[in-house]
Structure formats: C-alpha cells, structure tokens
C-alpha cells in the first residue's frame, strides 16, 4: 500500500465513526507495522490526512482525528420557481443533529459583500450558526442581510425581529406549513448557489476545530427579491469527507 490508500483506509474509519474526534491514532512506527509498510510511507499518510483536515500531527503529542464522522451538508428541497418547500438540512443515517447560534452582530458591510450585491458600507446584519452531529461540529454557517430586511416581523409579531434575536434565544420557526421568507414578509424571486473546494476561512476553521487555511467546501447561497437586490446570503462551510446535497423539484 501506499500513502495515499492508507490515508483512504483510515479516512473511511473516521467517517464510519470508528475514530471519533479527538481519538489519537497509532504512532508511526505502529502504523507502519499495521499496514506493513516503512515509517516513511507512514509518515506521509498522515501528512496526506493532516492536508484534508482530518487528522492534526503535534510534535511529542502524536496524530489525533480532527473530525466527526460523514454527515450530508443538506443544503434544502427547492421547488422553483418560487422555493416554496424547503426542509431542514440533515444528518446521515442516524446521527444525533444540533444546532446553536454563535454570533449576531450589526456592521457596516466590507467591500468584499459587494460580489453578493450588498454595497459597501451599507448596513447589515450577521447571523452565525454551529451544526453538529453527535456533538462533533459539521457546518459552520454565516447568514448576512441588509439591516432593513433583517428588522422586518411578521403580521401580527410583537418584540424583537425574529433574524434580530440575540445569541441564547430560542431557535426560529415559522408557523408549520408556512414558508419562512413569507412569514417574514421577504419577497423572494431567485437563488444562486455556487459549491467549491477551498481553504477554509479563519472563523470557519476555528468553529469547526480545524487548522486555518484547512480544506473543505464553500458553500455560498445567493437569494434575490423581484427587483434584483439581494434578500440575504448564506455561507455553509463543512469538511471535506462531508457530503453536499440539494434536492431541486421541477
């Protein structure tokens, strides 16, 4: 065997959950002689799951796994044209899902959120979220939208605007049947979903446990009114040996 299918082993006992997060692997030497090979080629399977962002390699502490097991990173079931079912994403077989916010705060947009149709220096609001399966983090998802769509409430709401809810408050949820755009009273016409494999950014990568800059897939959800300015965009990050999925109705 070489590196390359040693580090395929290994990473398909991390996704089946046979090494859990935080388990330290066998040492080189001990890899070595499982997979009879040399501690060279030992050496560099680990190096191939340290690139993933699977495994972390420390000086004097050993590998340890840096990620859960496989989870679907489900990113809804859309109906175009009008996105009218939408269902929550979803852990695989039987994982144990959670989710909780982590941060909302109001800013001034920064010239980067202008490829997202939102202007610099508008005002606008984050919203960032942790999903974890089996306590293990799997997503980090950031939410932004122009402060005057995110203060909007529903006919007949009283208090804070549910997308203004601080950090520890309950969860949202839209009354059973009904979509949560049109609760909120957004005028959604269209959205845009682009999917690529590069380095994770810094809040990302802290969220999830990982080193910064580690792989894993980006994620980004453009959603538009009628007139074309932009409702609100998501930005989902998850490890590499997660899976994506979308479910599209015609």
Request: overall charge negative.
């Given at each position: 065997?070489?590196?390359n299918?040693?580090?395929?082993?290994?990473?398909?006992?991390?996704?089946?959950?046979?090494?859990?997060?935080?388990?330290?692997?066998?040492?080189?030497?001990?890899?070595?002689?499982q997979?009879?090979?040399?501690?060279?080629?030992?050496?560099?399977?680990?190096?191939?799951?340290?690139?993933?962002?699977?495994?972390?390699?420390?000086?004097?502490?050993?590998?340890?796994?840096?990620?859960?097991?496989?989870?679907?990173?489900?990113?809804?079931?859309?109906?175009?044209?009008?996105?009218?079912?939408?269902?929550?994403?979803?852990p695989?077989?039987?994982?144990?899902?959670?989710?909780?916010?982590t941060?909302?705060?109001?800013?001034?947009?920064?010239?980067?959120?202008?490829?997202?149709?939102?202007p610099?220096?508008?005002?606008?609001?984050?919203?960032?979220?942790?999903?974890s399966?089996?306590?293990?983090?799997?997503?980090?998802?950031?939410?932004?939208?122009?402060?005057?769509?995110?203060?909007?409430?529903?006919?007949?709401?009283?208090?804070?605007?549910?997308m203004?809810?601080?950090?520890?408050?309950?969860?949202?949820?839209?009354?059973?049947?009904?979509?949560?755009?049109?609760?909120?009273?957004?005028?959604?016409?269209?959205?845009?979903?682009?999917?690529?494999?590069?380095?994770?950014?810094?809040?990302?990568?802290?969220?999830?446990?990982?080193?910064?800059?580690?792989?894993?897939?980006?994620?980004?959800?453009?959603?538009?009114?009628?007139?074309?300015?932009?409702?609100?965009?998501t930005?989902?990050?998850?490890?590499?040996h997660?899976?994506?999925?979308?479910?599209?109705?015609?």
């Open positions: 065997m070489n590196a299918d040693i580090a395929a082993e290994i990473r398909k006992q991390i996704a089946a959950g046979k090494y859990r997060y935080g388990t330290r692997l066998p040492g080189v030497r001990g890899l070595a002689e997979y009879e090979v040399s501690q060279q080629t030992a050496a560099a399977a680990y190096a191939v799951l340290a690139a993933l962002g699977l495994a972390r390699t420390e000086q004097g502490s050993g590998t340890v796994v840096t990620a859960g097991r496989s989870a679907d990173a489900h990113l809804g079931h859309f109906a175009p044209p009008d996105l009218a079912v939408s269902c929550a994403w979803r695989n077989e039987d994982g144990q899902a959670a989710e909780e916010t941060l909302v705060r109001q800013l001034m947009a920064p010239k980067h959120m202008e490829a997202w149709g939102i610099e220096s508008s005002e606008v609001v984050e919203r960032t979220r942790l999903r399966v089996d306590g293990t983090p799997s997503q980090h998802k950031l939410t932004v939208l122009p402060y005057e769509v995110a203060a909007r409430r529903p006919e007949g709401y009283e208090g804070v605007p549910p203004l809810a601080p950090v520890g408050a309950p969860p949202l949820q839209s009354p059973e049947g009904v979509r949560m755009a049109d609760w909120l009273r957004w005028d959604v016409a269209d959205t845009a979903v682009a999917i690529t494999a590069e380095p994770m950014d810094r809040a990302a990568s802290t969220a999830l446990g990982m080193a910064d800059g580690t792989p894993g897939f980006r994620v980004v959800n453009i959603t538009r009114d009628s007139a074309g300015s932009t409702v609100y965009v930005v989902t990050t998850a490890p590499l997660h899976r994506i999925t979308l479910d599209i109705v015609g």
